[in-house]
């Protein structure tokens, strides 16, 4: 049955990424830089990614409750797997903290030591990916800014004007959409580890704890960041 949940899981994961990536169009559409490009696979893997893992959560929800009460009615085991496709069909629109929880709960079979271990290396994980990203973010942040001062100074010498500034600088703007996209696929992740702690009533939560105050601090960069160039957009006219 689990060799079953996990195919299922990645049939899920597929689905929701393949579909999410076909509808990440932002209006943009010219040359990017190498990191530009490194900085849009980041954000549309990690918006399928946070999708797909709710889904994929539910599923396994479903498909545990359903393969039991099937179990229960047939006492010999028969029809489990039927059982478990139609609980993951349906407990794949499970979402959110309770579809975690539910998950979390069925993995570490509801131990709270376990379950708090297990959270820590959820947030440790996403901490790890969340710091490549705002590696990116800051290179590309950087290299904004000195777009803008350029755009500015060519504005103010008249070889362009206000709407020619524009036009030059859509890219920025949908740079910092790309950074948006991440940032509150991050703020979700945050909120979803905050609750979840909150109903964790024993084992050792210190890992958990250190672990979610790190991914606010990658949050906080993030903020920081996104702040800069789009104040720098606005003050140039171009935002």
Avoid at 46 to 64: D, H, P, Q, T
Avoid at 186 to 213: C, F, H, P
Wanted: some cysteine; glycine content about 10%; proline content about 0%.
């Amino acid at each position: 049955m689990l060799t079953y949940i996990r195919k299922k899981g990645r049939a899920v994961s597929l689905v929701c990424a393949l579909s999410l990536g076909a509808c990440q169009t932002l209006g943009y559409d010219g040359p990017l830089t190498a990191d530009e490009e490194l900085l849009r696979t980041q954000s549309e893997g990690f918006v399928a990614e946070n999708v797909a893992g709710g889904a994929v959560a539910g599923a396994v929800v479903g498909c545990l409750i359903l393969t039991a009460l099937s179990v229960a009615a047939n006492n010999n085991g028969s029809g489990a797997g039927t059982a478990c496709a139609i609980g993951a069909a349906g407990g794949a629109v499970v979402g959110g903290v309770d579809g975690y929880m539910k998950a979390k709960e069925a993995q570490t079979k509801a131990n709270d030591t376990a379950m708090a271990a297990a959270m820590a290396e959820d947030v440790r994980a996403d901490n790890e990916k969340l710091a490549e990203m705002v590696a990116t973010s800051r290179r590309v942040v950087e290299n904004d800014r000195r777009r803008l001062d350029e755009i500015a100074r060519k504005v103010d010498a008249k070889v362009l004007t206000l709407e020619q500034a524009r036009a030059e600088a859509a890219v920025i703007r949908n740079n910092s959409q790309q950074i948006e996209n991440i940032l509150q696929e991050a703020r979700e992740k945050r909120d979803t580890y905050q609750d979840a702690r909150s109903r964790v009533n024993g084992g050792d939560i210190a890992q958990l704890d250190a672990e979610i105050g790190r991914l606010n601090g990658e949050i906080t960069l993030l903020e920081t960041q996104l702040s800069a160039v789009n104040t720098a957009l606005r003050v140039n006219g171009l935002g």
